[in-house]
């Protein structure tokens, strides 16, 4: 990990748009086009969304986003690191610095949503504390989905 950068950058990068590209060819054979809850570059750079990107050695290798609901409630969104470069962490830390921003802005709750074969990623928010959930915002109750959410601290102001 010495050598991963992680920050905060525009989905509108071509590097940036190959990695929604293949999260998006990851995902296809795993469930009907109905229940892929995608977004898309453009969505992504939207004002209520920060999008994380890790990178060695400047090359592009994993993102995530968060996505301001309202307030109390964020998400995160578009969780993806190259097959190369899973097991080592990056995934961890990109959701790391998402969890982060959202108790900086003072949000109360983190939720998400992820396929059913995608057991990586399960364990990944599970070690990060986010424990099951049922289904929220617009998003249908569905075989194919598995919700978390991970309520966090309220900072106190000073």
Known sequence: MASVEIREETPLQDDVRALIAELNAFLEPLCPPEFRFCMTAEEMAAPNTTVFVARRDGVAIGCGALLRHDAELAEVKRMYVRQ?????????????????????????ILKLETGDQQPAACKIYERAGFRLC?????????????????????SVAA
Not at 84 to 108: F, H, M, P, S, W
Not at 137 to 145: F, I, L, R
């Open 134 to 154: 049922p289904a929220f915002a617009d998003y249908p109750e569905s075989a194919y989905s598995v919700f978390y959410e991970k309520p966090l601290a309220r």
């Open 84 to 108: 190369t470069e899973q097991g080592r962490g990056v995934g961890g830390a990109i959701l790391e610095r998402i969890v982060a921003r959202a108790k900086e802005e003072g949000i109360a």
